[in-house]
């Protein structure tokens, strides 16, 4: 079992919808959980970081944590072309992230 | 404030050679990671260093190695290079080492062993 899965992908939405991406870990400990965004050919961008269990709005974006099921999501409200990305889901414990190998996003027109 | 610079972007190297890369953080970033990614396998974590000292370390062989300098610059360094060692390889600098510090990553050098 790998330490972070995230949805196999790709998902697909129209523009204007919600994008739901889905992650969960393994390790219990992990204290520290983050959303990386990385376009074709781009290295990944810090888009957000939660720690605690609950939501984290940050404009169209929201994290949501739940410790007790290891799980940890990100909505995409209103999704735009420009959000069509590769996202990463990636979980601290110790200083050390790992990342999950991503799931990549279409936005259609 | 300039990012996290990496150089060089693109290295063309012969199996068996050795390899150096190097990374500068955003200034006051003293802690430096490096990453490795493959389609097949993601982003891989290698080592991380702060103020001049591993701190963590990957599953990678000893022939992956690096250093961070007392301006908080860091080499990679690859010797005796295998085909599977292409990839693109990230740099990430953080504040601090605490795990509620994201990372600011760099462009990457791609790497191709051939």
């Not at chain 1, 990386?36 to 949501?64: C, H, V, W």
């Not at chain 1, 409200?77 to 996202?87: F, G, I, K, L, V």
């Not at chain 1, 979980?91 to 996003?105: C, E, I, M, N, P």
């Not at chain 2, 250093?67 to 740099?91: H, I, K, P, W």
Request: charged fraction near 20%; charge should be positive.
């Amino acid at each position: 079992q790998k330490e972070v899965e995230q949805n196999s992908g790709p998902l697909s939405v129209p523009e204007g919808a919600i994008a739901s991406l889905n992650c969960t870990y393994s390790d219990r400990v992990s204290q520290s959980f983050f959303w990386y965004r990385q376009y074709s050919g781009k290295s990944p961008e810090l888009i957000m970081s939660i720690y605690s269990n609950g939501d984290k709005e940050d404009g169209r974006f929201t994290a949501q944590l739940n410790k007790a099921s290891q799980y940890v999501s990100l909505l995409i409200r209103d999704s735009q072309p420009s959000d069509s990305a590769t996202y990463l889901c990636a979980v601290s414990r110790a200083g050390k992230s790992t990342f999950g190998d991503g799931t990549t996003l279409t936005v259609k027109p | 404030k300039a990012g996290v610079t990496q150089t060089p972007r693109y290295l063309i190297k012969t199996r068996g050679q050795q390899v150096t890369l190097s990374c500068s953080p955003i200034s006051g970033h003293r802690s430096v990671s490096w990453y490795q990614q493959t389609p097949g396998q993601g982003l891989q974590f290698l080592f991380e260093y702060f103020s001049e000292t591993q701190r963590n370390k990957g599953n990678f062989p000893g022939r992956f190695s690096g250093r961070q300098f007392s301006n908080s610059r860091s080499e990679m360094n690859v010797s005796t290079l295998e085909l599977g060692d292409s990839a693109l390889y990230l740099c990430a600098s953080r504040a601090g080492t605490a795990g509620e510090y994201g990372y600011t990553f760099g462009s990457g050098t791609r790497l191709t062993v051939v």
